[in-house]
């Protein structure tokens, strides 16, 4: 069974930097699409972002293209997501998860992906 985790949240002020990790043991996170995904309380968990195997594609929710970013680390078998210039909409938990699919180079879309992280949580406040 895949096992990763997450790390990297924590509170920030609005319009400061983040970034998250999403670091594997015992298999190689280049071989799978990998995804992160919010979930704000009280809302549907949401894809972020995503990249494709060996990180050559990737793609963004609009809400945060220009501020977010997305890549791997083969060397130390991670995937970050950056985040830059914080709001108090990006609260929330923060997860990664991987997907074995094929035929896309990545999906933001939830149903894409079967294994999960527990998520690292996020907060954007004065």
């Known amino acids: 069974q895949l096992q990763f985790a997450e790390s990297g949240g924590d509170l920030v002020q609005p319009g400061g930097s983040l970034r998250l990790s999403c670091t594997a043991s015992g298999f190689n996170l280049d071989d799978y699409v990998i995804g992160w995904f919010h979930q704000a309380p009280g809302k549907e968990r949401e894809g972020v972002s995503c990249i494709s195997r060996g990180g050559g594609s990737r793609n963004y929710e609009d809400r945060v293209k220009g501020r977010f970013s997305i890549y791997r680390d083969v060397a130390k078998n991670t995937v970050y997501l950056e985040m830059n210039s914080l709001k108090s909409e990006d609260t929330g938990v923060y997860s990664c998860?991987?997907?074995?699919?094929?035929?896309?180079?990545?999906?933001?879309?939830?149903?894409?992906?079967?294994?999960w992280g527990q998520g690292t949580q996020v907060t954007v406040s004065p």
């Open positions: 998860a991987t997907s074995d699919r094929r035929g896309f180079s990545c999906s933001r879309e939830k149903q894409f992906y079967a294994n």
